[in-house]
């Protein structure tokens, strides 16, 4: 009888320790669920990486328009989707270069809107080869120039086309795209430190190509 006894508590315990289990499972499983559903918004700085290949690997921010720019894979909207969405887009624009479809990490490290009742803040865009590209929030009495946005950011790295520096803007509803060289200014060559910023201009320092 006493041995009886045993295996039913024997029993007893390996079926509350199944319960345990199935219990923390579920709990993970709804954990990842929760992160699966946040979607991304413009603000959002996101970090890209490629297993197979370092060099792809970036941080981007995601513009106003909800869209974002990235070598070989080019611009893809952003917004409203998940992390793991947009990395299964970067992977499938990147598959033509690799052998085998390459692994694509998206992570969010940095969040744009934080709530609605929040007042937004006036920024500038600092996309590409930047050595912290992001978004530089400013007072609007005391207006930037693309230079000083450009040293807040930590100035242009080492791959970046300085010479060919893109500042995009809304004048007047006309949109526009104006070039700043900033080797002309560091070599003394010019005096041009770039016009004043506004609320949501975007500045793109390209990569270098064999041409500059």
Do not use: C, W
């Not at 720019?69 to 299964?88: D, F, H, M, V, W």
């Not at 009742?117 to 530089?136: K, N």
């Not at 007072?139 to 520096?165: N, S």
């Amino acid at each position: 009888m006493s041995r009886f006894f045993r295996m039913l508590g024997a029993a007893a315990a390996i079926l509350s320790l199944g319960l345990v289990i199935t219990a923390t499972a579920q709990v993970v499983e709804e954990g990842d669920e929760e992160v699966e559903r946040y979607v991304l918004a413009p603000g959002d700085r996101i970090d890209i990486s490629v297993l197979e290949d370092p060099s792809l690997n970036r941080q981007a921010l995601v513009l106003p328009d909800g869209r974002i720019s990235l070598p070989i894979a080019g611009t893809l909207r952003a917004t409203g989707k998940t992390p793991e969405q947009l990395a299964a887009e970067v992977q499938g624009r990147l598959a033509s270069i690799f052998v085998t479809p390459p692994t694509v990490t998206v992570s969010a490290v940095g969040l744009g809107a934080l709530g609605e009742e929040a007042e937004p803040q006036p920024l500038i865009y600092v996309l590409g080869e930047v050595r912290a590209p992001g978004a530089v929030p400013f007072d609007e009495e005391t207006p930037l120039t693309v230079v000083q946005t450009l040293a807040l950011v930590g100035g242009p790295a080492p791959f970046a086309a300085r010479k060919r520096i893109q500042i995009h803007r809304e004048v007047d509803g006309v949109k526009t795209v104006e070039l700043f060289d900033y080797d002309a200014l560091e070599n003394g060559r010019s005096t041009e430190v770039g016009p004043l910023l506004g609320d949501g201009d975007v500045i793109i320092v390209p990569e270098r190509s064999l041409f500059d």
